[in-house]
């Protein structure tokens, strides 16, 4: 028994160190910047942007190759906050509106296919019981409007509340 005890522990050691060296020297440097980013962003890999995650989209921004609005989940505020941290202009014009998933409650049957491939979970309901969308959650996808055979789910634009109204430019 004092044999297997210290045989096991000589393993988990020796893998241990190991590992410590292979994270060492094997690490893969990552920019600091497109890290923090990340972290700003939403982090649902809706795909708007046209990358295929937050991640990449990210590392685009902070090297300048897309703009700080090409995150529509991120809105205003978040295009906001990237160009202050970036120091560029932010052009109002390139923001595009957030969407906001609606279910039409004539046409849903609720056969459960949108809350399924919903990234966010935004949209509640039970199985054969009309759904809904809860907008705070609702990032704009359309992963629900491929995935419902109905055809019930429309984008449209988000109402606008105090939270997310913005003065209008004036022309001069």
């Keep these: 028994m004092y044999i297997a ?6 393993l988990g050691l020796s893998i241990g160190t190991l590992l410590a060296y292979a994270d060492r ?3 893969v440097d990552e920019d ?3 890290l ?3 972290n700003l962003m939403p982090g649902t890999q809706c795909g708007q942007c046209g990358f295929a995650g937050c991640a990449p989209a990210a590392e685009a921004i902070a090297k300048h190759q897309a703009p700080v609005t090409s995150c529509p989940p991120g809105g205003r505020q978040l295009a906001d906050t990237l160009a202050e941290m970036l ?3 932010l052009d109002v014009s390139d923001i595009k509106g957030q969407l906001i998933a609606h279910i039409v409650e004539d ?3 609720g056969c459960t296919r949108c809350y399924k491939v919903c990234p966010t979970d935004a949209i509640m309901g039970a199985n054969k019981q009309m759904h809904s969308v809860f907008a705070a959650a609702c990032t704009g996808c359309g992963d ?3 995935a419902c055979p109905e055809d019930c789910i429309e984008l449209s634009p988000e109402s606008v509340n105090v939270e997310n ?8």
């Design 5 to 10: 005890l210290g045989v096991l522990t000589l």
């Design 25 to 27: 020297f094997l690490a």
């Design 32 to 34: 600091p910047l497109a």
């Design 36 to 38: 923090e980013i990340q």
């Design 87 to 89: 120091g560029v202009d």
């Design 107 to 109: 046409r849903c049957t």
């Design 144 to 146: 629900c409007l491929e």
């Design 165 to 172: 109204w913005q003065w209008p430019r004036l022309v001069a």
